[in-house]
């Protein structure tokens, strides 16, 4: 019996040891998992930290722009307004001289005008006037068709408003008459029809 005893003791002692190694196993491993989940929550903690001063710098970076932007717009609006003072002050000049000499009137006017016109040309804008021109319905606006012996059909006979341009975008159409062709013309075509 001592040989069955000592071979259960053995086993017994074999046991032991394997469980002993198994929780020590798992000991290990569950202190490997924590140290991990540990490590992964400071990480976590840190991109959050990464997250939240980056929003806060993006958040920043948009508000000083747009304060850039409307500090812009406002120098430009200055700046523009300063040139305008310049074409009043050339009119309080035309009407201060028009009191003393009546023919100055004209030519303060004209000055006044071409100054204006200067302006406009500076910053882009430019004139659209299209006398003895052929008619564009993207650039024209017809208010009216008459016939003319002297231009041919689809002409502008006369701008009666000028139109402008803002770097090759339309910001008014010119107010035109544009010709039906020759009052003849208009005539033998009315006839054609009525047959």
Same mark, same amino acid.
Request: glycine share 2%; charged share 45%.
């Given at each position: ?5 000592? !071979? =259960?003791?053995?086993? $017994? ?5 394997? @469980?002993?190694?198994?929780? /020590? #196993? &798992?000991?290990? +491993? ?14 976590? !903690? =840190?991109?959050?930290? $990464? ?5 806060? @710098?993006?958040?920043?970076? /948009? #508000? &000083?722009?747009? +304060? ?128």
């Amino acid at each position: 019996m001592e040989e069955k005893e000592v !071979k =259960e003791t053995k086993e $017994k002692d074999t046991n032991e040891k394997q @469980e002993k190694h198994q929780k /020590q #196993k &798992r000991s290990s +491993k569950k202190e490997l998992l924590e140290k991990e989940l540990d490590e992964l929550k400071e990480q976590l !903690k =840190e991109s959050e930290d $990464k997250y939240l001063r980056l929003h806060a @710098e993006f958040d920043n970076y /948009q #508000k &000083r722009v747009l +304060k850039e932007i409307e500090t812009a717009k406002e120098s430009m609006k200055r700046s523009l307004i300063n040139e305008f003072l310049v074409v009043l002050d050339s009119m309080e000049k035309a009407l201060a001289a028009s009191k003393e000499h009546k023919d100055s009137i004209i030519e303060g006017i004209e000055l006044t005008m071409k100054s204006f016109k200067d302006l406009l040309k500076r910053h882009g804008v430019e004139e659209v006037n299209p006398d003895k021109e052929q008619f564009d319905p993207d650039l024209h606006d017809a208010l009216m068709v008459q016939p003319s012996d002297d231009l041919p059909k689809d002409t502008v006979m006369q701008t009666l408003q000028k139109g402008y341009i803002y770097k090759d975008k339309l910001i008014r159409p010119a107010k035109v008459i544009v010709s039906s062709g020759a009052a003849q013309e208009n005539k033998n075509i009315d006839n054609e029809k009525e047959d």
